[in-house]
């Protein structure tokens, strides 16, 4: 029998934890700065930001070709590298809610923003990072409230 894949939880920046660490997990936000030489991201929502660790999804060589005309960019139609290139995009981040040996280095933020709170003991290493175009931030904070408030089904015994 084929080894099923252990799901993410959705779960909004705010409401991450240092009990959540060691699990999976699938959260959304702006990517307000991208540091290249660390592949450090900062997610923000809200008044929360989060570190996140993006070696893992990065392809220099598919990076390179996003820059590239299109008749030399990579073969591949599922690589898009283009949310590395897109600062104050919504992107989708999947993968695993790490603690830090040592607390990592939290980059500039942009003068414009009220300083987040950010816990750099703490950051998601992530299996895959992808443009979230249609994201409405919003509703899904209010789905994800309104999913909170649901009781759980009981099962007959």
Request: hydrophobic content about 45%; charged content about 20%.
């Amino acid at each position: 029998m084929p080894q099923q894949v252990e799901h993410a939880t959705v779960i909004m920046l705010d409401a991450i934890t240092e009990h959540d660490v060691g699990r999976k997990l699938r959260v959304a936000g702006r990517m307000l700065t991208y540091d290249p030489e660390s592949a450090l991201v900062l997610l923000h929502d809200a008044s929360s930001a989060l570190l996140v660790d993006a070696t893992l999804c990065l392809d220099l060589e598919a990076m390179h070709s996003v820059c590239s005309p299109p008749s030399e960019r990579s073969k591949n139609p599922n690589v898009d590298h283009n949310w590395a290139l897109q600062r104050k995009s919504h992107v989708w981040v999947v993968g695993y809610l790490e603690r830090a040996e040592d607390e990592l280095p939290i980059p500039m933020l942009p003068a414009y923003l009220p300083a987040p709170d950010i816990n750099p003991s703490i950051f998601i290493h992530a299996l895959i990072i992808s443009p979230a175009k249609d994201l409405d931030i919003v509703r899904l904070r209010a789905a994800l409230t309104a999913m909170a408030e649901v009781p759980p089904t009981p099962y007959p015994v």
